[in-house]
């Protein structure tokens, strides 16, 4: 069987960090994203970029409405990726809903149940498929895309923050009980990223999220691939831990602003 990568919500911004960081690394990827035609589009310019490497890329979303996730897709998608002769040696899971525009007592409780659906129930779906896999393959890793609001709220933001910090809870569970099985399942939390969304507003981005960094400036997807890289290539004996990228946003009391 062939070693692969599968990373999740990857046809944008982050997302294409990591796949390309894999893809120069010579390891075989499968990515995913909920458009045909992004998926399509992005699976092209992958392979012309790195003509070495096997890319497939497969649309899924994660639900079926804000209360159900889709299951089948993920069983679906599995099946297809056995019969190819693909073995998920690293699991990924990036795609997230962002849960922006959810505000106290306006929202319905469907927009909740929707994040939470997405960032833990659909992850845990996911990695149970891919575990079950390198359970029988003699071991494998998951790597979880989380983020430093699972310790340090930011306005508007409860359902992703709740995700997020749920996300750790189930991050350490999963390595507890598949350690036996030499599954690895560690988190990467990054503070803000530079993604599309940095473009619609620079004013903000380009002014508060630097200023308010000890390290001076904030991350950019390579960042995050290279901590995701590090779980994945390096630490063999690392599970259930976390890894900070947000230039040491977190570490403060309250932040410094540089003038
Ligand atoms: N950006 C930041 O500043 C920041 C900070 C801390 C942590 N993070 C975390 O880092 C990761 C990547 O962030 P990003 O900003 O690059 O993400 P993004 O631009 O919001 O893209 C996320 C991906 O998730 C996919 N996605 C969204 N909802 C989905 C759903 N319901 N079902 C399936 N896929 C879905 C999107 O698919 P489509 O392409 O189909 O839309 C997209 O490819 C996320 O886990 C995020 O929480 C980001």
Same mark, same amino acid.
Request: with cysteine; aromatic share 10%; net charge negative.
């Given at each position: 069987?062939?070693?692969? &990568? +599968? @990373?999740?919500? !990857?046809?944008?911004?982050?997302?294409?960090?990591?796949?390309?960081?894999?893809?120069?690394?010579? @390891?075989?990827?499968?990515?995913?994203? *909920?458009?045909?035609?992004?998926? =399509?589009? !992005?699976?092209?310019?992958?392979?012309?970029?790195?003509?070495?490497?096997?890319?497939?890329?497969? =649309? @899924? #979303?994660?639900?079926? #409405?804000?209360?159900?996730? #889709?299951?089948?897709?993920?069983?679906?998608?599995?099946?297809?990726?056995?019969?190819?002769?693909?073995?998920?040696?690293?699991?990924?899971?990036?795609?997230?809903?962002?849960? +922006?525009?959810?505000?106290?007592?306006?929202?319905?409780?469907?927009?909740?149940?929707?994040?939470?659906?997405?960032?833990?129930?659909?992850? /845990?779906?996911?990695?149970? /498929?891919?575990?079950?896999?390198?359970?029988?393959?003699?071991?494998?890793?998951?790597?979880?895309?989380?983020?430093?609001?699972?310790? *340090?709220? @930011?306005? %508007? *933001?409860? !359902?992703?923050?709740?995700?997020?910090?749920?996300?750790?809870?189930?991050?350490?569970?999963?390595? +507890?009980?598949?350690?036996?099985?030499?599954?690895?399942?560690?988190?990467?939390?990054?503070?803000?990223?530079?993604?599309?969304?940095?473009?619609?507003?620079?004013?903000? /981005?380009?002014? &508060?999220?630097? *200023?308010?960094?000890?390290?001076?400036?904030? $991350?950019?997807?390579? %960042?995050? $691939?290279?901590?995701?890289?590090?779980? !994945? $290539? =390096?630490?063999?004996?690392?599970?259930? $831990?976390? +890894?900070? &990228?947000?230039?040491?946003?977190?570490?403060?009391?309250?932040?410094?602003?540089?003038?």
């Amino acid at each position: 069987m062939e070693k692969y &990568v +599968l @990373i999740t919500g !990857a046809c944008i911004n982050t997302g294409v960090a990591m796949v390309e960081r894999f893809a120069k690394e010579g @390891i075989n990827v499968v990515f995913t994203g *909920r458009s045909i035609e992004k998926v =399509h589009g !992005a699976e092209n310019e992958y392979r012309r970029k790195f003509p070495d490497v096997k890319i497939y890329g497969y =649309h @899924i #979303d994660s639900l079926i #409405d804000e209360r159900t996730v #889709d299951e089948k897709s993920v069983c679906k998608m599995f099946n297809d990726i056995d019969e190819k002769g693909i073995f998920i040696e690293t699991v990924v899971l990036n795609a997230a809903d962002q849960g +922006l525009g959810i505000k106290s007592f306006e929202n319905p409780l469907t927009d909740f149940m929707r994040v939470i659906n997405t960032n833990m129930v659909w992850n /845990y779906c996911i990695s149970e /498929y891919a575990a079950k896999r390198m359970k029988e393959n003699g071991g494998g890793n998951i790597i979880f895309i989380n983020s430093n609001t699972a310790y *340090r709220a @930011i306005p %508007d *933001r409860i !359902a992703y923050s709740a995700s997020k910090g749920g996300q750790l809870g189930m991050m350490r569970a999963m390595a +507890l009980d598949w350690g036996k099985y030499n599954i690895r399942v560690n988190a990467v939390l990054p503070g803000m990223i530079k993604t599309d969304r940095w473009e619609k507003n620079p004013e903000f /981005y380009n002014n &508060v999220p630097s *200023r308010f960094t000890p390290i001076g400036d904030v $991350a950019v997807g390579e %960042d995050v $691939a290279d901590a995701v890289w590090y779980f !994945a $290539a =390096h630490a063999r004996n690392t599970t259930g $831990a976390e +890894l900070v &990228v947000d230039g040491g946003n977190t570490i403060q009391l309250y932040p410094i602003i540089n003038n």
